[in-house]
C-alpha cells in the first residue's frame, strides 16, 4: 500500500469510511487531514454501528495508529462524544491516537455566526450544517484563529479569547444576538482541556518516519471533490481543500510520496443542501434511491438529493486527483431496476461542454446526456466475488471504466465490512 489516499469523488457520502475501514486493515497509520465535523463516515463492523466525525475510521484497526492531523478543524465537545463511544464499546485509543497542536478549534461563536449568516442570506442561503466551520477557517486565515496548542497553554488561550470576545461580542450584537460568555466558554474549555490533552502530540516527525521506513499510511479524506472550495460547486462547498494537493497542507507529507489515491464513487449521485446538481431525480425513481440507499446525512439527517450516475463529474475528479483506482460503492442499492442511466456529458445551448466550462449557474442550466443501460433485477447483496455479479451490473462497472478512463479496484456490495469486492 505505502501512503494511499482515499477521496469523494461527488458532493460528499459516497461511503469513503467503509473503503477507509477496508484499506485500514493493512494500514499502519491511519490520518484525517481537513475538514471538521461537517463530514461523517459511517462504519459498521462486527462492535456495531458507529457514525465518525473526526476520529479517523481506522481506529478500529487494532494494528493501526490515528492522527488528527493539522489541517483539521475541532469541535471538542463532539471529539470528546466521540472518544468516549469508542472506549465504551472497547476500542484502546491509549497510544494510538494523536491530535496535532496546530489543529484549529471551532468556537461558541463560530456556531452562532453560522448560523447568523445564513439567515441573512434568506433564500439566497448557501446550505452550510450550521456546525461553525466556515466562520473557523475565515478565522484561521485571517489571523483570528485559536489552536490547539492554545488552549493547552492556558495563559495563551485566556490571551486570545479576551481578543476574540471584544471583536466578535460586537459583531453578535450588531446581528441582534446575545454576547458569548466569557466565564463559560472558560470553564467548558478547561475541562475539554483535561480530556483532550493526553492525546494532544505532535505526529510530524513520526508520519515522516513512517515515509521513510515505508510503512503503510493510509491518508482518510473528509467530503467530496465537489465541495472543494476552489474546485467545487462554489459557493456551495466547503471551506477547506479536498483534492488530493491537499495533504501536503494538511498533514505534512509531500505530494511525491502518495503511491495510491482511490476515488470513492457512490453507484449513483447524492448531495446534501443546495447547489447545483445536473442529474437530480424528482420522481418515483429518486424516492426508490433515497429508500433502497437510507440516504440520510450522517451529520445533519437531512434527506439527500438523489439523481443517476453523473460521469462527467467522475472525470474531472479524476483528473485533477491523478487517480490510480476507483472503488464503486452501493452497487446493491441498483437492484431492481429495470433501467439505468448514466450521464455521459453534457450540453449548454445545444453545444457539448465540461464541468470545468462554468460557475454553479452555469452548472444549473446544463442538460445532462444520457446513456441508457439493462438493470440486472437481482439481488447483488454481499456478492463478494466480481464473477458472481449479473452481467448487467459487471456491465455496468465496465461502461464506467470507459466514461472515467480509469479501472475500478473495490466494489461495495453491502454496508458490513466484508461485503466488498476487491478486483
Known sequence: ????????????????????????????????????????????????????????????????????????????????????????????????????????????????????????????????????????????????????????????????????????????????????????????????????????????????????????????GAHGVFLDNDWGTYPFVTASTVLSGGVTQGVGIPPASIKNIIGVVKAYTTRVGEGPFPTELFNSESEKLRKNGNEFGTTTGRARRCGWLDAELIKFASQINGYTGLAVTKLDVLDGFTKIKICVSYTFNGKRVNYFDGDAGFLRRVKPVYKTLPGWKKSTKGIKKYSELPIEARNYLKEIENLVGIKIKYVSTGGERTEIIKI
Open 1 to 220: 500500500m505505502a501512503v494511499t489516499l482515499v477521496i469523494g469523488s461527488q458532493w460528499g457520502d459516497e461511503g469513503k469510511g467503509k473503503i477507509i475501514d477496508y484499506l485500514s486493515l493493512q494500514s499502519d497509520y491511519v490520518v484525517r487531514f481537513h475538514g471538521g465535523n461537517n463530514a461523517g463516515h459511517t462504519v459498521i463492523n462486527n462492535l456495531g454501528k458507529f457514525p465518525m466525525h473526526l476520529v479517523p475510521s481506522g481506529i478500529f484497526n487494532k494494528k493501526s495508529k490515528a492522527v488528527i492531523a493539522n489541517g483539521v478543524i475541532l469541535d471538542l465537545e463532539v471529539l470528546i462524544l466521540e472518544i468516549a463511544n469508542l472506549e465504551k464499546a472497547g476500542i484502546k485509543i491509549k497510544d494510538r491516537f494523536y491530535i496535532s497542536p496546530r489543529c484549529h478549534i471551532i468556537m461558541p461563536y463560530h456556531k452562532i455566526l453560522d448560523r447568523l449568516y445564513e439567515d441573512a442570506k434568506g433564500k439566497k442561503k448557501t446550505g452550510t450544517t450550521g456546525r461553525g466551520i466556515g466562520p473557523t477557517y475565515a478565522d484561521k486565515v485571517s489571523y483570528n484563529g485559536i489552536r490547539i496548542s492554545d488552549l493547552m497553554n492556558k495563559d495563551s488561550f485566556l490571551e486570545k479569547l479576551d481578543t476574540q470576545l471584544r471583536i466578535k461580542n460586537k459583531i453578535l450584537a450588531a446581528l441582534g444576538a446575545k454576547k458569548v460568555s466569557k466565564k463559560k466558554v472558560i470553564k467548558n474549555f478547561m475541562k475539554f482541556r483535561e480530556k483532550i490533552k493526553p492525546y494532544v502530540s505532535n505526529a510530524y516527525p513520526l508520519l515522516h518516519k513512517a515515509v521513510k521506513d515505508k510503512k503503510n499510511i493510509l491518508l482518510e
